[in-house]
């Protein structure tokens, strides 16, 4: 058995995706992956979690486990790589996020890919990466915080602004219910759009503002409830991007910011904490969107953009983890969303890492679409009192 450390980058990032999600699934198309290095004699993958740090007690969960045992010591294989996360798991309080989360690849090959090396540290280094916008500058462990009291419970929460400039949420209660509506923050009435996310990666919901003068703030939740002071994160020129925020970066455990601006280009804008968004790369050109929003759409691990046109069309702009989105045709995932005003992905709505979008439409409709089968199911609508609000995203 030999090791290649593009194949041990691609099963560690996994393993960073599978932990910062707090959901133990295999990649459904890792032998496909061009880092697979087109193997011709076979694959496998295994994944095992655990509490404690003790990675030589992964090899022995597989090892006792007649499927897992039969991928180590399938003689096909002949090239393997290893990924291996610690958190901050404990599982009195964080029970689906374990300590440790290990996940190794394992492909045969008629003859062994250039840069296939006896071990890690062999006499073939490892290939240099290009520096990227997605490279972070620290690394963040997924944070273990109580949010009982926080003004955002949950990914599964509706937050929106109502006619009075007032920050309304509804706490999600699971199976696509939700509680009655709380203010939860006031001025924001000139709001353009609003997206909540874990900005800081601390466990708390944050919420990020474009304003129609051109600013972005950022609202850092408090766990004691409502938020911090406002911190511009963009003082000018804003007003006409079309935005999106989430983990686009499959390295980074921050969210970061995607931008359409009005010639069609479409940029990537780091998170940097409280510091000014002043860096970017270029993802792509020739995009045709009003409204942007950022999901796994195809349960992949990676998330994907969905770009809604102007004639009500949404495609889809697969992501791969890097900054520029998979070169191939945008394929049409809905028609018919010309009136939808806001898109928000979702998490936890039916079950536990359920995904889905939750659309505010014409006629003071609020919709969930479910998403955790790797497409849109139908939807379903989300009753409450929304004349006159505007979903968060």
Not at 192 to 206: A, H, I, P
Not at 357 to 374: C, E, F, I, K, M
Request: aromatic residues 8%.
């Amino acid at each position: 058995m030999k090791y290649h450390a593009t194949v041990a980058a691609m099963a560690q990032e996994w393993s960073d995706s599978i932990a910062s999600r707090e959901v133990i699934e295999h990649r459904s198309s890792f032998w496909t992956d061009s880092r697979a290095l087109s193997p011709t004699n076979g694959a496998g993958e295994v994944i095992a979690v655990r509490w404690d740090r003790d990675a030589a007690q992964l090899v022995e969960w597989w090892k006792g486990s007649p499927a897992h045992n039969a991928i180590l010591k399938d003689p096909r294989f002949s090239v393997m790589g290893i990924g291996i996360t610690f958190t901050d798991g404990n599982w009195q309080t964080t029970p689906n996020r374990y300590t440790m989360w290990g996940v190794v690849d394992f492909f045969g090959y008629g003859t062994l890919p250039a840069g296939t090396t006896s071990s890690p540290g062999g006499s073939t280094a490892m290939p240099d990466q290009p520096a990227s916008m997605c490279d972070p500058l620290v690394r963040h462990m997924p944070p273990t915080t109580d949010l009982a009291a926080a003004a955002i419970k949950g990914p599964g929460d509706l937050v929106s602004v109502n006619s009075s400039g007032e920050l309304v949420s509804r706490p999600s209660l699971g199976n696509r219910g939700y509680g009655a509506q709380q203010v939860i923050g006031t001025g924001f009435g000139s709001a353009k759009e609003l997206f909540v996310t874990d900005w800081e990666r601390d466990g708390v919901f944050d919420v990020l503002v474009q304003w129609t003068d051109g600013r972005v703030t950022l609202h850092s939740g408090s766990a004691g409830g409502g938020f911090l002071p406002a911190v511009a994160l963009g003082q000018s020129g804003w007003a006409g991007m079309t935005l999106a925020v989430g983990g686009w970066c499959a390295n980074n455990r921050l969210p970061q910011l995607v931008a359409l601006d009005g010639s069609g280009n479409l940029w990537l804008y780091p998170n940097r904490g409280k510091t000014g968004l002043v860096e970017r790369t270029l993802m792509a050109s020739g995009v045709s969107a009003n409204r942007l929003a950022m999901a796994d759409y195809d349960g992949d691990g990676f998330q994907d953009l969905l770009a809604r046109q102007s004639d009500g069309y949404v495609r889809l702009f697969r992501g791969s983890g890097a900054p520029a989105p998979r070169v191939e045709t945008r394929t049409v995932v809905a028609s018919g969303w010309s009136d939808v005003t806001a898109i928000r992905p979702m998490r936890d709505v039916t079950g536990l890492n359920s995904t889905g979008l939750a659309l505010r439409r014409a006629g003071d409709v609020v919709q969930y679409w479910d998403l955790s089968t790797g497409t849109l199911a139908s939807p379903s609508s989300v009753t409450g009192a929304w004349a006159g609000q505007r979903l968060a995203q």
